[in-house]
């Protein structure tokens, strides 16, 4: 018992001490040089970045489908913060997820 505790308390220690680095990492701006050869730097828009980084959106039918139905079943209904619709296992891949959706002024 006495081990389990001091994993625990190491585990937290180790945790704690990381946590300032990581919240005073202060946002870079992304530059890039004009394609015209301009050496003016502008920033880079979210497509741009999407393009560069080679991402492309896959689809799957069955999760389209599946966020549909859940969608209607939600509209025209009261689903609050209190009072959320939730589905476990929402998408049949992964049974320790949780879609949960309610409705904000």
């Given at each position: 018992?006495?081990?389990?505790?001091?994993?625990?308390?190491?585990?937290?220690?180790?945790?704690?001490?990381?946590?300032?680095?990581?919240?005073?990492?202060?946002?870079?701006?992304?530059?890039?040089?004009?394609?015209?050869?301009?050496?003016?730097?502008?920033?880079?828009?979210d497509s741009q970045i999407i393009k560069n980084l080679g991402v492309k959106k896959v689809?799957?039918?069955?999760?389209?489908?599946?966020?549909?139905?859940?969608?209607?079943?939600?509209?025209?209904?009261?689903?609050?913060?209190?009072?959320?619709?939730?589905?476990?296992?929402?998408?049949?891949?992964?049974?320790?997820?949780?879609?949960?959706?309610?409705?904000?002024?």
């Open positions: 018992m006495k081990r389990h505790k001091l994993i625990a308390v190491v585990a937290l220690i180790t945790l704690l001490s990381s946590v300032p680095v990581f919240f005073n990492k202060q946002p870079q701006l992304v530059l890039a040089s004009k394609k015209n050869g301009n050496a003016k730097k502008t920033k880079l828009s689809a799957n039918l069955t999760n389209d489908s599946l966020t549909a139905k859940y969608a209607a079943i939600v509209k025209g209904q009261n689903y609050t913060w209190e009072n959320p619709y939730i589905k476990v296992n929402p998408y049949e891949n992964s049974p320790l997820t949780v879609l949960m959706i309610f409705h904000t002024d």
